[in-house]
C-alpha cells in the first residue's frame, strides 16, 4: 500500500504550510487519516486526525488552533493546513490510515500510533529564521 506525506520544507517562523496525503491503493473516504510528527531525538507524536465518518476531527493541544485538517474527497487526499508555525514544529511529519469500514475510529485511540493500519513515508518540515 502506497500512503505519502506531500509538502513539507523550510519555513520561516510565523509561516504557513500545507502538507497532503494521497494514496495510490486505498480509497481513504473509507479511513480515517492521522499525521503524527517526529522531530529529532524525540518520539513520534500524534499531532491530528480526521474520522471518515461524521468527518469528526481530533487535534494534539500543541497544535490545536494553528493547524486544520481537511479530506477532499473528490482528489482521495487529507491536507494538514498548518499556520503560525513555531521552531519546535520543525519535525518529519507521517500519514497514516485506519481502515473504519466497520465503524468509527474510537477518540480514545486516535492518538495511538499502534492503532493505524497503514503508514506513509514522512516529508521533512523545518521552521526556522
Known amino acids: 500500500v502506497q500512503l505519502q506525506a506531500f509538502g513539507g520544507g523550510l519555513v520561516q517562523p510565523g509561516d504557513s504550510l500545507t502538507l497532503s496525503c494521497a494514496t495510490s491503493?486505498?480509497?481513504?473516504?473509507?479511513?480515517?487519516v492521522g499525521w503524527f510528527r517526529q522531530a529529532p531525538g524525540k518520539e513520534r507524536e500524534w499531532v491530528s486526525c480526521a474520522s471518515s465518518w461524521e468527518d469528526s476531527t481530533y487535534y494534539a493541544d500543541s497544535v490545536k488552533g494553528r493547524f486544520t485538517i481537511s479530506r477532499e474527497r473528490t482528489k482521495d487526499a487529507v491536507f494538514l493546513q498548518m499556520n503560525n508555525l513555531k521552531p519546535e514544529d520543525t519535525a518529519v511529519y507521517y500519514c497514516?490510515?485506519?481502515?473504519?469500514?466497520?465503524?468509527?475510529?474510537?477518540?480514545?485511540?486516535?492518538?495511538?500510533?499502534?492503532?493505524?493500519?497503514?503508514w506513509g513515508k514522512g516529508t521533512l518540515v523545518t521552521v526556522s529564521s
Open positions: 497514516a490510515a485506519k481502515d473504519e469500514t466497520w465503524g468509527a475510529f474510537k477518540a480514545t485511540d486516535v492518538m495511538t500510533a499502534g492503532q493505524y493500519d497503514y
Open positions: 491503493r486505498l480509497v481513504l473516504d473509507y479511513y480515517a
